[in-house]
């Protein structure tokens, strides 16, 4: 195959996203924007990743460097094609072919870049172009099959401007032969700048065709604006749904589940309504995950029963046939195969051992206001409700706390703890401090 390289034109300003944040860095399904492009191109093959910045977008630069990708800075804002040509340093010498996108599309797919290059294979040069109503975007003039030129709206005349076939921002060309076109570039527009859409004419002079690859409306989506963030955010969540659904994963009302770009869910898990994934999470086959739970950072074993209006924290790992139930949180603990805590606990930074029961009410206090401690419940112990483990502490095997303790030293296997104060009863007490508060609000209203 031959060598490929990618561009992502990301030094736009977004200033109607009215947000301190670079536009590329506003997250789609729990992944910054710029993320999406770049898995996208890593899934069409491409091996070079080129992402151009805007002066001071420092967490951009960071984002794209961590996950590969080399950056340049554009100066000044002088166009798109000024921008693409800013790769040239990194890329001129390039011995392959290379495709330019814009950084703010979250939903391109690999599969158009792949069918960019296998089009530019057959005519030497290609553009994506998809059907629109919309007037906001260039309309794609086709002759013979071939691209014949891209004319933006405000410049179109009323025949241009009735043809729907509209340019979506996505050029692949023998890497060579770009730059040599981008740097003919002129700015004699209005706008004084220099435009990609520019670019086939060029191709066109010294012979190379353009074809023009079509794709959905939707996929070639934009975001410049909250309300188009959230527009690709209801698509996103839409695609990540059904590959789930396709997969084998049972989702009693999969318009309510939200899931991150990253969630891993085997076939024969069962997900009730209103369920949020985080980051980082995998749900293995046969758990059931009930409605209003929350899961980021865990990992839930096969067989494993959460919820419902459970939260798992970073850090949760659920082994086989565990249950979390209603208003369980877990934090960077293990729970080992079989154990349960069904109903109104904290189980942060512990082990849970296996075939254990922590009762109602329970919490392991981990946390002393300076630093995290550790508590580990051994195998088969029974927690019972309304027990504080004050950590670090360690219970055996077998442990039985009695409900209401707070357990501040370590417990033997097969104790029974119980830490709580003396029960008294004292004869006719309450019926005493009745009759005296009655009548002292009697008095009062006097």
């Given at each position: 195959?031959t060598?490929?390289?990618?561009?992502?034109?990301?030094?736009?300003?977004g200033t109607?996203?009215?947000?301190a944040?670079?536009?590329?860095?506003h997250?789609?399904?729990?992944?910054p924007?710029?993320?999406?492009?770049?898995?996208?191109?890593?899934?069409?093959?491409i091996?070079?990743?080129?992402?151009?910045?805007?002066?001071?977008a420092?967490?951009v630069r960071?984002?794209?460097?961590?996950?590969?990708?080399?950056?340049?800075?554009?100066?000044?804002?002088?166009g798109?094609?000024?921008a693409?040509?800013c790769a040239?340093p990194?890329?001129k010498?390039?011995?392959?072919?290379?495709?330019v996108?814009?950084?703010?599309m979250?939903?391109v797919t690999?599969?158009?870049?792949?069918?960019s290059f296998?089009?530019?294979e057959?005519?030497?040069m290609a553009?994506?172009a998809?059907?629109?109503e919309?007037?906001?975007y260039?309309r794609?003039?086709v002759?013979?099959?071939?691209?014949y030129?891209?004319?933006?709206y405000?410049?179109?005349?009323?025949?241009q401007?009735?043809v729907?076939?509209?340019?979506?921002?996505i050029?692949?060309?023998?890497?060579k032969?770009?730059f040599q076109?981008?740097?003919?570039?002129?700015?004699n527009?209005?706008?004084?700048?220099?435009?990609?859409?520019d670019?086939?004419?060029?191709?066109?002079?010294?012979?190379?065709?353009?074809?023009?690859?079509?794709a959905?409306?939707?996929?070639?989506m934009?975001?410049?604006?909250?309300?188009?963030?959230a527009?690709?955010?209801?698509?996103m969540?839409?695609?990540?749904?059904?590959?789930l659904?396709?997969?084998?994963?049972?989702?009693?009302?999969p318009?309510?589940?939200?899931?991150?770009?990253?969630?891993?869910?085997?076939?024969?898990?069962?997900?009730?309504p209103?369920?949020?994934?985080?980051?980082?999470?995998t749900?293995?086959?046969?758990a059931?995950?009930?409605?209003?739970?929350?899961?980021?950072?865990?990992?839930?074993?096969k067989?494993?029963?959460?919820?419902?209006?459970?939260?798992?924290?970073?850090?949760?790992?659920?082994?086989e046939?565990v249950?979390?139930?209603?208003?369980?949180?877990?934090k960077?603990?293990?729970?080992?195969?079989?154990?349960?805590?069904?109903?109104?606990?904290?189980?942060?930074?512990?082990?849970v051992?296996?075939?254990a029961n922590?009762g109602?009410?329970?919490i392991?206090?981990?946390?002393?206001?300076?630093?995290?401690?550790?508590?580990?419940?051994?195998a088969?112990?029974?927690i019972?409700?309304?027990?504080a483990?004050?950590?670090?502490?360690?219970?055996?095997?077998?442990?039985?706390?009695a409900?209401?303790s707070?357990?501040?030293k370590?417990?033997?296997a097969d104790?029974?703890a119980?830490?709580?104060?003396?029960?008294?009863?004292?004869a006719?007490?309450?019926?005493?401090?009745r009759a005296?508060k009655?009548?002292?609000?009697?008095?009062?209203?006097k």
């Amino acid at each position: 195959m031959t060598a490929r390289a990618g561009i992502i034109l990301a030094a736009g300003q977004g200033t109607r996203m009215k947000s301190a944040k670079p536009k590329v860095m506003h997250e789609i399904a729990h992944l910054p924007i710029l993320g999406h492009v770049i898995a996208a191109m890593k899934g069409a093959g491409i091996e070079r990743i080129v992402v151009v910045t805007a002066p001071g977008a420092d967490a951009v630069r960071a984002f794209a460097t961590g996950l590969g990708a080399e950056c340049v800075v554009q100066d000044q804002q002088l166009g798109t094609g000024h921008a693409a040509a800013c790769a040239a340093p990194l890329l001129k010498d390039f011995p392959g072919v290379l495709i330019v996108s814009y950084g703010d599309m979250p939903l391109v797919t690999a599969r158009t870049f792949e069918e960019s290059f296998a089009a530019r294979e057959q005519a030497g040069m290609a553009i994506v172009a998809f059907h629109s109503e919309s007037k906001a975007y260039g309309r794609v003039i086709v002759d013979n099959g071939y691209l014949y030129r891209i004319v933006e709206y405000k410049d179109a005349d009323e025949h241009q401007r009735a043809v729907k076939l509209c340019n979506a921002g996505i050029m692949a060309a023998e890497a060579k032969a770009f730059f040599q076109w981008a740097a003919k570039l002129e700015n004699n527009n209005a706008q004084k700048e220099f435009y990609l859409t520019d670019i086939p004419a060029f191709a066109r002079a010294d012979g190379v065709n353009c074809a023009v690859v079509e794709a959905e409306e939707r996929e070639m989506m934009g975001v410049n604006s909250r309300a188009e963030l959230a527009a690709c955010e209801a698509v996103m969540q839409e695609r990540l749904r059904a590959k789930l659904l396709n997969d084998g994963v049972g989702m009693t009302a999969p318009e309510t589940v939200y899931l991150a770009h990253d969630t891993v869910i085997e076939a024969d898990a069962q997900i009730g309504p209103y369920v949020v994934f985080g980051p980082g999470v995998t749900v293995r086959g046969g758990a059931q995950i009930k409605s209003h739970s929350h899961l980021e950072g865990a990992e839930v074993g096969k067989g494993a029963l959460v919820g419902p209006y459970a939260r798992l924290r970073p850090g949760a790992v659920l082994e086989e046939d565990v249950h979390i139930g209603n208003f369980v949180e877990v934090k960077k603990a293990r729970i080992e195969k079989g154990a349960k805590a069904n109903h109104l606990t904290y189980i942060g930074d512990a082990r849970v051992g296996a075939g254990a029961n922590v009762g109602a009410g329970t919490i392991t206090c981990n946390y002393d206001g300076f630093d995290k401690h550790f508590t580990d419940i051994g195998a088969g112990a029974f927690i019972g409700s309304d027990t504080a483990l004050v950590a670090p502490v360690k219970i055996g095997d077998g442990v039985i706390t009695a409900a209401g303790s707070v357990i501040t030293k370590d417990v033997d296997a097969d104790a029974l703890a119980v830490a709580r104060g003396e029960q008294k009863q004292i004869a006719g007490w309450a019926a005493k401090f009745r009759a005296r508060k009655t009548a002292e609000k009697a008095a009062k209203k006097k």
